[in-house]
């Protein structure tokens, strides 16, 4: 079945990744912007990452035959630095209307402190002012209820974001109610050892729906499985659950949520 996976972090990795990929089913992903394994010192050190964002990543997916999308933005990882976030701010509006840019993402929190409170705020004000989509990474583990709630609260004082224009990404069992039923849009990571495994997203599915939902590898630099899309789609077909409800998830509904923006040149393949 092919698949659309809507969150993997392509630079961290190999070129034999996007040859599985295209391998197991999948025709296109998007990669938001994120943690690049260690602090970055300067704006600069962001400016390159744009630019292999957007120019390298899309051609390195083509030679698999894949379509590459992105996100920009300052990590909440790395938004605990206030002065540093706000250069990088500046410089997104330079490449949000870079063919498949498709908003402002992965933002978020992290450890739910005030400084990552305070950039993830002003993320939001440059996505309303450019009427950007929305990409959320909620925190791991311990501080997901918290960070999560935080988030939509956030999100709510503010009239000038559509929530079909926002994905709350990271959900699990106990946040996905708060995603789903205040308008959003919600991802569910498929990972090795924490988030959510392809029976636990299933099980969600089977109690949710799926409506607005999707879920994604997520694949980066630590223990994650760039291929775990297919992993879910074997578990959903264990469960009896039909080719189309199955396609509905891994497919149209990204296909859906990217279409907002104009800037997503999808070509169907043949």
Known sequence: MQFIDPHVHMVSRTT???????RM?????????????????SAEGFRDYFRQLTEFEPKRASWSGLQHFTWLCINAKEAEN????????KMIPEFIHRTGVLGIGEIGLNKNTKNESTIFAEHLELAAQLDEL???????????????????????????????RVCI???????????????????????PTTKCTPARAADIIERWGDDRI????????????????PDFIMEMRRRGHSEAKIR???????????????RFQFKAPV
């Open 82 to 89: 206030v002065s540093l976030s706000r250069e990088v701010i």
């Open 25 to 41: 089913g999948c025709v296109a992903m998007s990669e938001p912007a994120f943690w690049a394994g260690f602090d970055r010192g």
């Open 16 to 22: 034999d990744d996007y040859e599985r990929m295209a």
């Open 214 to 229: 999707m879920v994604n590898s997520a694949g980066d630099w630590g223990p994650s499985n760039p291929v775990a899309v």
């Open 169 to 191: 990404d990271h959900v699990e069992e106990h946040t996905v109610r708060l995603a789903k039923e205040n308008g959003f849009w919600c991802g569910m990571t498929l990972y």
């Open 134 to 164: 929305v990409l959320i990474h909620t925190p791991h583990l311990q501080d997901k209820y918290k960070g999560t709630r935080m988030i939509v609260d956030m999100l709510q004082e503010r009239s000038d974001l559509d929530p079909s």
């Open 248 to 262: 509905k998830i891994v497919y149209e509904n990204p296909l859906e949520f990217f279409s907002k923006c104009s």
